[in-house]
């Protein structure tokens, strides 16, 4: 009896943890080239142009993915987007219950190690510091090779 359980215990074990059919694997860390722009409602000039360079890391159950995006062009730090993966697309949201009307939105298409994306998420004035207006920008990731496991040497 012990015998037959512990198979179908590790079997269940191991299922858990491989994606779902039709879900792309992108666990890991991407860099981000970033172009765009910030729209602003209460200065001038009205838009300023983006273009720059960031990290991504993805993190993945079954369909299920986390993806943490780094600072660009004076964005919020490791803004995490909650969302699913499958059919060779990605989407995600970012929302904070104390503050409904910062909703940020990332959607792209997986091609290879890349992931062609979007990502838009309004500002709003209601808070001290933040600026009425939106950030809109287009995204590249390119998926960081995993970095080699090099052999303990001993004299």
Sequence with gaps: M????????????????????????????????VRGSNYYMDTTPPRRTISDTTT??????????????????????????????????ICGVWWYEGADHETKVLWGRLQGPTIRGRLMYPRVAYREGLVPGWTEITFLARKKPPTPIRPVVRP
């Design 2 to 33: 012990r015998w037959t359980v512990l198979p179908v215990l590790m079997a269940v074990a191991v299922v858990a943890f491989v994606p779902a059919a039709g879900a792309q694997n992108v666990a890991g860390d991407y860099t981000v080239s």
């Design 56 to 89: 991504m890391k993805i993190t993945q159950t079954g369909d299920k993915v986390s993806v943490e995006f780094g600072t660009f062009a004076g964005s919020s730090a490791a803004t995490i987007f909650k969302g699913k993966v499958g059919n060779g697309l």
